[in-house]
């Protein structure tokens, strides 16, 4: 049991949970002690892919944090909270709704290379503390922006407004309280028919190609003051994380089952499925060996760059060429 299981982890989890999760299935299913762990955090406000890193590939689960992602996510126009979501309290109001031709029109500014300013309710440490806590004390929160790339973001038009829209209203009242449902992928999403050109819209949903660092809910906050209102994140899904989308996941109940039924193998993708951007490198015996040893390869034709050195089909290292070198960034004991 080396390899990834992928969650489509439901709202109101945290992260480590889903490693809990995992872990209690193993057990379950009587398949002995793994290591086990996740490759990057989802808030539990947050559905979607959450890749957990079984056995030797939780040693590539670091790779995951550097790794790219896609969100959808819905704004709410009208109301800013303090944690940016449906968590927090009121503290702005506004009464502008933009049109989507508007939305539309600002997108462009938070597309690229952008400077963004963590929300003060994040994981982030100031002088050894953790902000949410400090925030959570009442004290003021002060963070340095940081340099983020949004590789792509545009608007569902069939998604503009939802279910949540009149939390963004009532005239400054605390946002409602959000329910567990059923399904997280209906969660924010829009109903009715896209909205009609020119129409005010409450809220609107986006889909965000971003890199790492990235923090949606400030994106949320920042395109919302563009259009010169206020807003907060009343659904966040991600839908993508380094190579794993949502057609590899699988809910908390098909996991237990696949535990109670020791299939859990049936959804273990690959130690090399964490790498697929990485080119294999074939190795024979002795030079498998050698790495295993942590010796250094010398005068292997490659180009420089990473590599998964495989002998046969056992993964034996991730490695790094540089100059006919071959060095051992990750080795797997398989």
Do not use: C
């Not at 340099?147 to 069939?158: D, E, R, Y």
């Amino acid at each position: 049991m080396h390899g990834w299981i992928i969650l489509d982890k439901p709202l109101g989890l945290g992260s480590t949970q889903g490693v809990s999760a995992v872990k209690r299935a193993l057990r379950d299913g009587g398949y002995g002690k793994f290591k086990v762990g996740h490759g990057g955090t989802l808030d539990p406000l947050a559905t979607g892919v959450l890749p957990i890193a079984i056995g030797e590939a939780t040693k590539l689960a670091g790779r995951m944090l550097d790794s790219d992602k896609v969100y959808e996510f819905t704004i709410a126009f009208g109301t800013q909270t303090d944690t940016l979501d449906l968590e927090g309290k009121v503290v702005a109001t506004s009464g502008v709704r933009p049109t989507l031709a508007a939305v539309e029109a600002v997108l462009a500014q938070f597309t690229g290379p952008i400077e963004q300013v963590p929300p003060a309710y994040s994981a982030l440490k100031v002088d050894g503390e953790r902000a949410y806590d400090l925030a959570r004390a009442g004290a003021e929160v002060v963070l340095a922006s940081r340099a983020v790339t949004i590789h792509s973001l545009k608007s569902s038009p069939a998604r503009g407004g939802g279910p949540f829209a009149s939390s963004a209203n009532g005239g400054g009242g605390p946002p409602k309280t959000l329910r567990l449902g059923p399904a997280p992928s209906t969660i924010g999403f829009a109903d009715g028919p896209p909205p009609r050109s020119g129409e005010d819209l409450d809220s609107i949903t986006l889909t965000a190609h971003v890199s790492k660092g990235t923090y949606i809910r400030s994106l949320a906050r920042d395109i919302a003051l563009a259009l010169g209102t206020v807003g907060h994140v009343t659904m966040l899904r991600r839908t993508k994380a380094g190579p794993f989308t949502l057609a590899n996941a699988i809910s908390l109940d098909k996991l237990s089952e696949l535990g109670h039924a020791r299939a859990l193998e049936d959804k273990l993708l690959p130690l090399r499925a964490g790498l697929d951007d990485i080119p294999a490198l074939s190795l024979s015996p002795d030079q498998a060996g050698l790495l295993r040893q942590g010796r250094v390869l010398i005068g292997i034709a490659v180009n420089d760059g990473p590599y998964f050195a495989m002998l046969e089909d056992i993964p034996v290292a991730l490695v790094e060429a540089e100059t006919g070198e071959i060095r051992v960034v990750r080795g797997f004991n398989l």
